[in-house]
């Protein structure tokens, strides 16, 4: 996949009026350190004018009002206390133009071979270690498509959070005069956490594994609509209950991965996913809220009991693990310790352990800026050693869901892929 890329022009957005100045605290889960990174996707739009990118800026200009925090600085004033510093800067925007079609290089359906630090802003001049909260790209293609290579600081938005905010830029694109859901912040109504001080505590923390030598592989499962229909449709006669699509994919994905990898018979494997915490808060968040609130749901087994199993099984031990979500989040918002004595936000970075992350129904394809909404949205890989699959949607016009996973070494990719050939 070979073009070029010419970035035209650099500058930072501001908000396009004044905008309230100060700090603002940020919430117990945004300050988390595992969040302390940037989430990098690509947005890829098949239509486009030739003004795409000045309605995008001016649009996003509009946004930073309502979205203010966005347009400010994290500071740290105390070890482990983050804020928003209210500054009013704006976010880094970058104008590039590209010498192909989207056609031509297939609308980057091939995840592994996309030039994404070609897409990808590059970074501020002069930021001192500061960088803007936002960094965005657009990039024009000779067809008049356009992609959107987006860097978005974690700690301050989750994904529902950073797609809302994307929808809200999206509106004002279209000539609306106020964002449809208005932004609330809110961070200081999540409770903090109150850890007892005793003398477990005050020990140091354990050294960190060694990193693993093992790389991860790209590969790309497309299962259909109809598939999944006929999954979930085999679960309820089957159960006399209903699932939903996410259950079954991460079942099969998870029962599948575990045979292909081939692993000592009662070893302990353990998937991970984050689900959407909003409404268990007591109250809930109101609509508007974009910051972080999610928590892990975890499960353990052992490997012999996950290869013997059915899919209907392994889709009945995940929802009963997601019956437990509410009184484990409560637990961990109150500083009580877990069942299992782990840390949540920190399982084990291993290769028995998978972490799975929905984003078919995080909003980032109902974004629309004028010409329609998005072919699809590529997710950047964050990390070669962490095992991990991504549930996203198929490329339009198609429907059903494109299972990106990073989740297997080399040796155990062909046996992967011959695994989940039933699902495609």
């Known amino acids: 996949m070979t073009f070029s890329v010419i970035r035209s022009s650099r500058c930072i957005v501001p908000p396009a009026a004044p905008t309230p100045s100060g700090a603002l605290d940020l919430s117990v889960i945004d300050k988390l350190l595992v969040l302390r990174c940037k989430a990098r996707t690509l947005h890829v739009f098949s239509h486009g004018g030739v003004d795409a990118a000045k309605v995008i800026r001016e649009a996003l200009s509009k946004a930073l ?61 002069d930021s001192d270690g500061v960088d803007p909260l936002v960094l965005m790209q657009v990039t024009q293609f000779t067809c008049g498509g356009f992609v959107i ?42 409770p903090t956490r109150q850890r007892a001080v005793n003398a477990e505590a005050l020990k140091l923390p354990p050294l960190p594994p060694p990193m693993p030598e ?29 699932c939903s699509a996410f ?53 353990t ?14 889709v009945k031990l995940i929802q009963n693990a997601k019956t437990r979500l509410p009184i484990e989040f409560t637990k961990w ?16 970075l291993v290769y028995t352990t998978l972490f799975i992350s929905e984003w078919g129904r995080l909003g980032f394809n109902q ?16 990390s070669n050693i962490i095992p991990v699959g991504i549930v996203g949607s198929l490329p339009t016009p198609k429907n059903g869901i494109r299972l990106m996973t990073w989740c297997v070494e080399g040796t155990h990719l062909p046996s992967l892929i011959e695994q989940t050939m039933n699902l495609t």
């Open 301 to 314: 087994t052992s490997s012999r009991w996950l290869v013997e199993a059915s899919d209907a099984e392994v």
């Open 333 to 348: 918002i109150e500083g009580d310790e877990l069942d299992d004595g782990e840390d949540p936000f920190a399982p084990p």
């Open 214 to 242: 093992y790389q991860l592989e790209h590969a790309s499962i497309d299962i259909p609509l109809d598939v999944i229909n006929k999954l979930k449709h085999e679960f309820l006669d089957l159960t006399g209950k209903t």
């Open 247 to 299: 259950d079954i994919v991460a079942a099969s994905l998870w029962s599948r991965r575990t045979r292909a990898i081939n692993l000592e018979k009662d070893t302990d494997v353990k998937l991970v996913f984050f689900a959407n915490t909003r409404k268990i808060l007591d109250p809930p968040l109101p609509e508007g809220f974009y910051g972080n609130c999610f928590f892990p749901v975890r499960i």
């Open 367 to 382: 974004v629309d800026y004028g010409w329609g909404r998005p072919v699809h949205v590529v997710p950047i890989q964050g």
């Open 149 to 190: 290579g987006l860097i978005f600081c974690h700690s301050i938005c989750d994904g529902l959070g950073a797609a809302q905010f994307l929808n809200a830029v999206g509106e004002f694109a279209r000539g609306l005069q106020v964002p449809s859901i208005t932004p609330v912040w809110y961070r200081e109504t999540l």
């Open 65 to 125: 009002v309502p979205y203010y925090p966005l347009a400010g600085r994290l500071e740290e004033p105390v070890q482990g206390e983050l804020q928003i510093a209210c500054t009013g800067e704006g976010v880094w925007f970058v104008e590039a133009s590209a010498d192909c079609t989207l056609d031509a290089v297939n609308y980057f359906d091939n995840v592994p071979m996309v030039p994404h630090d070609e897409l990808l802003p590059d970074q501020p001049p």
